[in-house]
């Protein structure tokens, strides 16, 4: 058993059985880091109290208000009336079952899966579950990382294990270096466009080949975080020197001889030569262009450079009623180029692109250049504490000076629980990971793009790339010293 | 949780793939902190168009739903599944499901049977040929039927076994508590943990 190759994947899991299932029953899991938030823990704890349950590992576990907080007056008592009732539900759960809670005003507050990495307290080999589809965003570390329902939430809490049935693993390589301007966000939405929101179903992906080594840990995140879009329950990357780097000194991070035994493990966990994947797909990263949604569904993408598809495009019948529901909702017309929409509103932020690598890459964008008459842009870092990071580097400085509005942390109009949402028929630009129907408002249309191509389309009003836009004046740029870490 | 063996109720052809859990459940109604009362959120921003299925009056008192593939993609939320249950629905065919969809679905007592795109087609069919037609749902027997029309269905074994069951989930686990407890103790010491609090 122990000469058979194994993936990243199957290692992790195998180091987290506690009981393994027998008779088609489901192993039992253990859960080393459960992640809460206000919206799906309320009915969760409730049963814990109907019940006479106690939280059975509150050490292992951390809460942080995110989705319905506002980005705008956080020193003021929150005005929706249901939004501050979720949240003070959450203060009082977290205080009555002994659980570390980051309200809002907090420095460590934040999208949980921001503040997760942030703390150090996702490392490589562990598993993380969260209430929130976009826990798919640890496994960036190595980490086996799922989103959970709220009964699982309840079965988390009340035994820090999971039963889970095994997955199926998918290697998802990605060789070739990226061309300026196309980045971690690109690679994503070309895999789900390639495989669909339904092609990951029952399945971990790993991303590998030597465009996700290239990456940074921020540009890993990014495309774990969307796996879920991609229909995967997980998607992971190895652990190297980069996730090392990342880790080592976070508040949490292991010290001393803790850190030998932790680093010495971690090596331990790359997929072996000669292991089996279940499904393989290859993605060309040399070639890949900015890609940019047209549609209600995250698979429902093209290059920039590309059109508007028709619904006759696709032979799928599935995928041809989806595009006509599509174009109609979205109000395009196949044939349209990319770069011909207009967008109402752009949005920086999010699980997906609120950290600090994507800010100065947005910045780096916009710095010296005036903002096209008529756009709202808001910028919304991923935590309080990438706020005071991008303030210390002057990117907010960067963005209010080109006119866009600079926020407090939080989910934001990702998913428009708070008062950050379109308007019904506006159409936005946004970093953010869904492009459903009403996602962001009542009505709101959604493209889907880079930090990079969000910025860039904040200056010329239409879905834009960097490679659009005029040169800035030599004497205003300077940015460049801003993408060190 | 109830037992579920044969269910029969109202039958529901959603001829629409991708349904996804903006649509099952706007994140407007997730400012609640109950776990019931979450009819009205079922497919909010379809309710007020006329066409929209669940709008006709053969269709209103749905019980049983079938619709195209990809259902339930999206978040976590398991308000996707209460608004569901709570409309009335007892179980929803696709032929291919989210997979946290599924198990939120399993664990709230919600049949989520997998059938072919075919086997879709032909209940939309003989539903769409008599609105306002019974389909039965058959655990035991994994079947969904509608008039003479039965095919069958796939089911997690385990979801399935809970379900016509009704058994509790996490008392389950907690059979296995010494298991659980032997397994900490061999934790590794360079594993986090979030208390006592380190900030940034």
């Known amino acids: 058993m122990s000469n058979k190759p194994l993936t990243l994947a199957e290692k992790v899991w195998n180091d987290h059985v506690v009981v393994k299932g027998e008779n088609n029953a489901p192993d039992l899991i253990y859960i080393d880091l459960h992640l809460v938030h206000e919206v799906t823990s309320p009915q969760a704890f409730d049963g814990l109290r109907l019940a006479g349950r106690p939280v059975r590992r509150p050490d292992l576990t951390i809460a942080t208000e995110d989705h319905n907080t506002p980005t705008l007056n956080i020193d003021k008592p929150i005005a929706d ?77 009340a035994t820090q294990t999971l039963s889970l049935k095994p997955f199926k693993t998918m290697a998802i390589n990605v060789e070739g270096a990226l061309r300026p301007g196309v980045t971690a966000k690109d690679i994503i939405l070309a895999v789900i466009a390639k495989i669909g929101t339904g092609g990951g179903q029952g399945y971990v992906l790993e991303y590998r080949g030597s465009a996700i080594r290239a990456l940074s840990m921020e540009g890993r995140m990014t495309i774990c975080n969307m796996s879920i879009e991609a229909g995967a329950r997980a998607g992971m990357v190895a652990p190297d020197e980069t996730t090392f780097a990342f880790v080592k000194g976070r508040p949490h991070a292991p010290t001393g001889a803790d850190w030998d035994a932790a680093v010495e493990y971690w090596k331990t966990l790359p997929t072996d030569e000669g292991a089996v994947f279940d499904a393989e797909v290859n993605i060309d990263a040399n070639t890949l262009d900015p890609f940019v949604t047209w549609g209600t569904n995250p698979a429902q993408g093209v290059s920039l450079l590309d059109v508007v598809p028709s619904p006759e495009d696709f032979t799928d019948p599935n995928e041809r009623q989806a595009a006509e529901s599509a174009l109609k909702y979205m109000d395009l017309k196949p ?139 030599p004497l205003t740029t300077g940015i460049a010293t801003l993408g060190e870490n | 949780m109830e037992k579920f063996e044969v269910f029969t109720g109202t039958a529901v052809p959603l ?95 919600l049949v989520a049977g997998v059938i072919s795109d075919e086997d879709t087609e032909a209940l939309w069919q003989a539903i769409e040929a008599s609105p ?66 380190k900030g940034v």
């Open chain 1, 81 to 157: 009336a249901t939004s501050r009732a979720q949240i003070e539900a959450l203060r009082k759960n977290a205080a009555e079952f002994g659980i570390r809670l980051h309200s809002l005003g907090d420095k460590d507050q934040g999208i949980v899966h921001v503040v997760g990495p942030q703390l150090g307290l996702t490392q490589p080999g562990m598993t993380v579950v969260c209430g929130d589809s976009h826990t798919s965003t640890h496994g960036a570390f190595g980490s086996l990382a799922m989103g959970i329902g709220t009964s699982e939430v309840e079965h988390v809490l």
């Open chain 1, 335 to 473: 044939g349209t180029k990319m770069k011909d929409i207009a967008v109402n509103t752009v949005f920086v932020g999010s699980c997906t692109n609120g950290r600090i690598e994507d800010l100065r890459a947005a910045a780096s964008i916009v710095q010296g250049r005036k903002k096209a008459d008529g756009i709202t842009m808001l910028v919304v870092p991923g935590s309080a504490k990438v706020r005071l990071q991008a303030e210390a580097e002057g990117l907010d400085k960067i963005f209010t000076e080109f006119g866009a509005e600079w926020r407090f942390a939080g989910c934001s109009m990702c998913l428009g629980m708070n008062p950050d949402q379109l308007a019904p028929g506006e159409r936005s630009a946004s970093t953010s990971n869904r492009n459903f129907e009403g996602r962001q408002g009542k009505g709101s249309r959604t493209h889907l793009v880079s930090p990079v191509v969000a910025a860039a389309t904040a200056v010329r009003g239409t879905l834009s790339s960097p490679a659009d836009l005029e040169p800035v004046h």
């Open chain 2, 132 to 197: 306002g037609i019974g389909a039965t749902v058959d655990l035991v027997a994994q079947t969904v039927s509608v008039g003479s029309l039965s095919v069958p269905f796939q089911i997690d074994e385990y979801t399935r076994w809970r379900l016509l069951e009704g058994l509790d989930d996490i008392g389950l686990t907690l059979q296995n508590e010494q298991a659980i407890t032997e397994f900490e103790a061999k934790r590794p010491s360079f594993k986090p943990l979030t208390l006592p609090a």
């Open chain 2, 15 to 109: 001829r629409r793939s991708n349904v996804d859990t903006d649509q099952l459940a706007p994140a407007v109604f997730l400012k609640r902190i109950t776990a019931v009362g979450y009819d009205d959120a079922l497919f909010a921003a379809w309710r007020n168009d006329p066409e929209f299925v669940l709008n006709q009056p053969a269709y209103k008192a749905g019980q049983v739903l079938i619709a195209g593939a990809d259902f339930g993609t999206g978040s976590s939320r398991e308000h996707a599944v209460w608004a569901l249950r709570d409309y009335g629905f007892k179980a929803v065919f696709s032929s291919k499901f989210a997979d946290i969809f599924r198990g939120n679905a399993g664990k709230q007592g």
